[in-house]
């Protein structure tokens, strides 16, 4: 599979392109998880893994869900790193983004704001479902 | 029993201090660790259960060696078989109760982490999760959870600072409850002189990172309380206990004298004599 100018290539590039939103979400909510969980964890004798596993990851679903909405707003939105390498190849490597300018540049603006309005519904239904979820989660755990 | 003999530099308000302290503790024993904040109470028990490293020493629990500064020993906190109580609890939000008991125990036992809640006034709470407990029960919880895995010592920081004085007393006795139920080695750290009375069998008083006095529970503070009468004011008032305040220090004592009625507020003279406190 070569990366320039097909589906594979843009997904890699994206993923690399939006690694820091994910890693800053996740490392904030290690960092605001008490230490003494972690330390209890291992008194009890279970391992780093187990502790990860069992107790860390699960209390960090709040900034688990802020890294993947914003690194799904960022990616829904990509136009520079899409256009570099994949292209605009219709049906393959054209995202909504790449198919709103294409419209612009050929004057279709009924087109242009078909498409903005579809992907401005998109994100936005995305975004309500995982806020909503969330808020869900947060009032559950609330101490 | 458990040999312990270490040494580390903690940071004081004085600046550096050497935590050096030298227990012998017998199997089944409940014992203290007594002193003001920063004498080093916490960092010992954080050398026992292996969190913080000891720069020097020695510690063997039964037959097991758990450090050896010599032999370059240090076995990881997760291959000491202790049970730990965090001052804050540590626990887990995401687990209910009965899940933070089956995931302390080694192999899932679900009868004995039933009898565990029992002992602890938690059943019925099975499927709560910590966020909806009062601040006794996660106290409960804490100590249920730590015991859940049959430690071979257990270690109590302050279990019950961050508790009203009534649940204190409550907690006090469950605490002394699964002791004699349980008989695992107990470590406490208090700065509580009443609580460490009703609780231990024996008491280490800890300034400056050594050891300066210890003994028994009573008469470590008969020793060591300047002998002669003063006042003190009535702060609380719950059954057969008053709560006084005595130099600043909240002190729980027992009103003997069921002649008088004591209020809130009154000012009352303590008289230490030879067959304890009289009240007057």
């Known amino acids: ?143 | 029993m458990i040999k312990l003999d270490l040494q580390k530099t903690i940071r004081t308000t004085q600046g550096n201090e050497l935590l050096d302290v030298q227990l012998d503790i017998w199997e089944n024993e409940l014992i203290t660790l007594f002193g003001k904040s920063g004498a080093g109470k916490t960092t010992l028990l954080r050398m026992i259960a292996g969190l913080a490293a000891p720069e020097k020493g020695f510690l063997q629990v039964g037959d097991e060696i758990w450090f050896d500064s010599t032999k370059k020993i240090s076995l990881k906190t997760q291959k000491r078989n202790i049970g730990f109580v965090f001052q804050d609890y540590a626990l887990f939000p995401n687990m209910t109760v009965e899940g933070h008991l089956l995931f302390a125990q080694g192999e899932k036992d679900t009868e004995s982490a039933h009898t565990l809640l029992d002992i602890f006034h938690l059943t019925g709470l099975n499927d709560r999760k910590p966020a909806m407990l009062s601040g006794g029960q996660k106290q409960r919880l804490a100590v249920a959870r730590a015991l859940a895995r049959k430690p071979a010592i257990l270690l109590l920081d302050e279990p019950l600072s961050a508790l009203d004085e009534e649940t204190r007393l409550l907690l006090q006795d469950e605490i002394i409850q699964a002791h004699k139920t349980l008989g695992s080695t107990t470590i406490l750290v208090s700065h509580d002189k009443a609580e460490v009375v009703r609780l231990s069998d024996k008491v280490y008083n800890i300034e400056f990172g050594k050891i300066t006095a210890s003994g028994p529970a009573d008469d470590f503070f008969e020793n060591n309380t300047p002998r002669g009468s003063f006042t003190a004011q009535v702060m609380e008032t719950s059954g057969e206990n008053i709560v006084v305040m005595i130099n600043g220090e909240k002190v729980t004592i027992k009103n003997s004298n069921n002649n008088h009625a004591v209020k809130i507020g009154d000012n009352l003279l303590l008289r230490f004599t030879d067959r304890g406190l009289s009240i007057e």
């Not at chain 1, 979400?25 to 230490?35: C, K, V």
């Not at chain 1, 596993?53 to 802020?66: D, E, G």
């Open chain 1, 1 to 143: 599979m070569t990366l320039p100018f097909s589906f594979g290539g843009i997904l890699v590039a994206s993923l690399i392109f939006n690694l820091p939103f994910m890693v800053n979400s996740i490392q904030a909510g290690f960092e605001n998880l008490p230490q003494s969980l972690r330390e209890a964890s291992y008194t009890l004798g279970k391992s780093r893994w187990q502790t990860l596993r069992k107790v860390l990851l699960p209390n960090i679903k709040p900034a688990l869900l802020t890294g993947i909405c914003l690194t799904f707003a960022h990616t829904i939105g990509e136009f520079g790193v899409i256009l570099m390498i994949g292209g605009n190849i219709p049906g393959k490597t054209r995202v909504a983004s790449i198919a709103v300018y294409d419209q612009v540049e050929a004057l279709n603006f009924d087109k242009a704001n078909q498409y903005a309005l579809l992907l401005f519904l998109f994100s936005f239904i995305i975004l309500l479902v995982i806020y909503s979820v969330n808020k869900e989660y947060m009032k559950w755990r609330k101490v």
